[in-house]
T-cell receptor
Framework: SQQGEEDPQALSIQEGENATMNCSYK?????LQWYRQNSGRGLVHLIL?????REKHSGRLRVTLDTSKKSSSLLITASRAADTASYFC???????????FGAGTTVTVRA | DAMVIQNPRYQVTQFGKPVTLSCSQT?????MYWYQQKSSQAPKLLFH???????NEADTPDNFQSRRPNTSFCFLDIRSPGLGDAAMYLC?????????????FGEGSRLTVL
């Protein structure tokens, strides 16, 4: 069953702007992950944040996690045309080592 | 260097004609997953293997079967594809068993059912 839900469903921004997307989930987790999917391709892992972490950075990516609100955000700074893709959050439930994906946010970066 | 390889990338079949999709990995990961992804939807887990142990999701139709003859290979068999089975099928692997770490995905196999 789908655990995470992303918001917004779609996002269109100008190159150089920041893009922020949010993920909410329902039950307690071990960790939360973000993936990127280019059109017609497989998913690529971006970042993993554990339930005892609040913020994590990787290059132009910043992820936050608020376990009290059961939510996470992904920020892409200084966006580029190559960032155009769908972004998915995925949660790993406690006592269950499967990953459940949300429906994703489609990001379009205009040149 | 592709680490999870799926074949074929594109598969066209007729209604009811069996299809087999393959996945191979060079990562020596214990866990292998098959996800189904329909257009603009979340990837949906069909089943996974932890080593040789097969784990079927409760809502995976009986029409879908899987085989894992060894660590490196995993197959998805669709016995009688229907129009609703047209989707992207994604294979993924994971090293950790106790809890899921990063998943490594293949490029997917897109199935069209005529």
């Amino acid at each position: 069953s789908q655990q995470g839900e992303e918001d917004p469903q779609a996002l269109s921004i100008q190159e150089g702007e920041n893009a922020t997307m949010n993920c909410s989930y329902k039950t307690s987790i071990n960790n939360l992950q973000w993936y990127r999917q280019n059109s017609g391709r497989g998913l690529v892992h971006l970042i993993l944040i554990r339930s005892n972490e609040r913020e994590k950075h990787s290059g132009r990516l910043r992820v936050t996690l608020d376990t009290s609100k059961k939510s996470s955000s992904l920020l892409i700074t200084a966006s580029r045309a190559a960032d155009t893709a769908s972004y998915f959050c995925a949660t790993d439930l406690i006592n269950d080592y499967k990953l459940s994906f949300g429906a994703g946010t489609t990001v379009t970066v205009r040149a | 260097d592709a680490m999870v390889i799926q074949n074929p990338r594109y598969q066209v079949t007729q209604f009811g004609k069996p299809v087999t999709l393959s996945c191979s990995q060079t990562l020596n990961h214990n866990v292998m997953y098959w996800y189904q992804q329909k257009s603009s939807q979340a990837p949906k887990l069909l089943f996974h293997y932890y080593d040789k142990d097969f784990n079927n999701e409760a809502d995976t139709p009986d029409n879908f079967q899987s085989r894992r003859p060894n660590t490196s290979f995993c197959f998805l068999d669709i016995r009688s594809p229907g129009l609703g089975d047209a989707a992207m099928y994604l294979c993924a692997t994971s090293r950790e068993g106790g809890y899921t770490g990063e998943l490594f995905f293949g490029e997917g196999s897109r199935l069209t059912v005529l």
